[in-house]
């Protein structure tokens, strides 16, 4: 099956720091998401982008997907922004089913 | 904006008992989900829903079952529970078309098995 893999597995900053998180994936895909959990569990979603450039406030998201990965920017950043980011995919073929990678731990610090 | 509801957020329960997790999605949704999430091993699909009374297994569906009666309800049931289940389980839900799959996920349910 496909294979996602994030990086980094860690980041600590400090607030208005800005990061970037990357997620490549081993096939081709036809659906993309990026998902923040928050310190109580729950994953919200950030950007639905299986290719081109979104914005939503201080976060954007790229996706290629011909070079098969996909980049969350996180600009002045802020405590708020702590959580595990995941990045899902759904390979092309038409699967139901989204394959996740292991997620990134941010901490971000006053 | 979709809306997928569990039914509690923290449950504690004794090894043996059934436990039933309930999982409702208000946006007509055809897929449902059924993952756990454990320190180190990421999400884990347990059981996966694309209609009534249909199901396939994920990953680990040992120890669990599904049922899907309605289409905007799905459980999750663990027949006897064990104190390995505890975990984090979270719910999602997703509608297949035109190969757009976006998923939305429910707030969680804490399970503590003692």
């Known amino acids: 099956g496909i294979q996602v893999e994030q990086s980094p597995p860690d980041l600590i900053l400090q607030e208005g720091a800005n990061s970037t998180l990357r997620c490549n994936f081993s096939d081709s895909v036809n659906n993309l998401q990026w998902f923040h959990q928050n310190p109580w569990g729950q994953l919200i979603n950030l950007f639905y982008i299986p290719s081109g450039t979104k914005q939503n406030g201080r976060l954007s998201a790229t996706t290629v997907a011909t070079e098969r990965y996909s980049l969350l920017y996180i600009s002045s950043s802020q405590t708020t922004d702590s959580g595990v980011y995941f990045c899902?995919?759904?390979?092309?073929?038409?699967?139901?089913?989204?394959?996740f990678g292991r997620g990134t731990s941010l901490i971000v610090h006053p | 904006d979709v809306k997928v509801t569990q039914s509690s957020r923290y449950l504690v329960k004794r090894t043996g008992e059934k436990v039933f997790l309930e999982c409702v999605q208000d946006?007509?949704?055809?897929?449902m989900f059924w993952y756990r999430q454990d320190p180190g091993l990421g999400l884990r699909l347990i059981y996966f829903?694309?209609?009534?009374?249909?199901?396939e297994k994920g990953d680990i569906p040992e120890g669990y079952s599904v049922s899907r009666e309605k289409k905007e309800r799905f459980s999750l049931i663990l027949e006897s529970a064990s104190t390995n289940q505890t975990s984090m389980y979270l719910c999602a839900s997703s509608v297949p078309g035109q190969g757009v799959y976006e998923q939305y996920f429910g707030p969680g349910t804490r399970l503590t098995v003692t």
């Open positions: 899902a995919v759904n390979a092309s073929g038409g699967s139901y089913i989204p394959t």
């Open positions: 829903s694309y209609d009534v009374k249909m199901k």
């Open positions: 946006m007509d949704h055809e897929n």
